[in-house]
């Protein structure tokens, strides 16, 4: 069960059609090339989370690619559109929104654009509550390759996601939940669809730490409400660069996103991490906190 609505030049705000029916023509070069730009987001109480935030980084990878897309008033009438049927379909349920521009099956022509909701998957409240256990995977290119190699269009949201996927199913093999990129120079990245966090006390001073935003990383909008609300309450921010050896020995490490939220680390590499419930829920609480606005 879910929603679709599709942004067309005729229908600007969205019409919703049918999720199970064919809607993308096989030429579309989202599906030919993986070229086009996404994003996932959470709605709880059928109100979309961080909404500003996603379309500004939805406008932004777009503009990395070159690619025209609707302006955020059409994405968020489609959205609306979209969680009325949803909330038709599923009632006050929470709903994970994909915001999906792709080049369409014509560069010269318009993108493809759609919102897909569906109802967020049970592994996220588990992995949320467990714990997840981590590797470090080689990412392949340096922390300097984002500013040198501008092409690569790391720190933009594209579709082209089959890395990061391919990077999940080897961790599943190993036995692990989830991975942490590391950079060929031997920085800290991201996870495949994750930004990295830690905690840890400085001169008695709580801190939570995430890597720099230019070694090539996706500015992560869960990470971003969190620092915002972290501060407020009290916590110093900091930004790497991080090497793996500072994911050891903190209070705690977490992979964020917008529909997982929070998931505390217990492992990486077979190492144990701290896990503490009562950090989680502080972080967990700030966080939600700065989504409500
Ligand atoms: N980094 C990558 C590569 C991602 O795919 C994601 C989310 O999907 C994130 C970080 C976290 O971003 P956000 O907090 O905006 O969901």
Redesign the pocket.
């Known amino acids: 069960m879910s929603a679709l609505v599709l942004l067309t030049p005729t229908d600007p705000d969205g019409r919703v059609v049918d999720p199970h029916a064919p809607q993308l023509l096989v030429t579309d070069l989202g599906v030919v090339r993986g070229d086009g730009v996404f994003?996932?987001?959470l709605a709880v109480d059928g109100r979309a989370l961080?909404l500003d935030?996603?379309l500004d980084?939805l406008a932004s990878s777009a503009t990395a690619l070159d690619l025209s897309l609707p302006d955020g008033a059409h994405w968020r009438a489609a959205i609306d559109t979209g969680l009325a049927e949803f909330a038709r379909r599923h009632g006050n349920v929470d709903a994970v929104i994909r915001l999906v521009g792709t080049r369409g099956v014509d560069p010269a022509g318009p993108p493809t654009c759609w919102a897909y909701l569906q109802p967020v998957p049970a592994s996220s409240r588990e992995q949320r509550d467990r714990g997840i256990d981590v590797l470090l995977l080689d990412r392949g290119y340096s922390s300097e390759a984002a500013s040198e190699a501008p092409w690569l269009l790391l720190g933009s949201?594209t579709i082209s996601?089959a890395v990061?996927m391919a990077a999940l199913r080897h961790a599943h093999r190993q036995g692990a939940d989830d991975a942490i990129f590391v950079s060929s120079d031997r920085q800290v990245l991201?996870?495949?669809?994750?930004?990295v966090l830690i905690a840890r006390t400085r001169d008695g001073v709580r801190e939570l730490v995430t890597p720099l935003l230019r070694s090539g990383?996706?500015?992560?909008?869960?990470?971003?409400?969190l620092f915002a609300t972290a501060q407020t309450a009290g916590w110093s921010l900091g930004y790497g660069p991080l090497t793996p050896d500072d994911l050891f020995g903190n209070n705690g490490v977490w992979l964020?996103?917008?529909?997982r939220l929070l998931a505390p680390v217990r492992s990486v590499d077979g190492r144990a991490i701290p896990v503490s419930a009562e950090l989680t829920s502080e972080l967990t609480e700030l966080l939600l906190t700065a989504t409500r606005h």
């Open positions: 994003e996932t987001l961080q935030a996603h980084r949201k996601y990061n991201e996870g495949p669809t994750s930004t990383i996706l500015a992560g909008t869960t990470q971003g409400a964020a996103s917008s529909v």
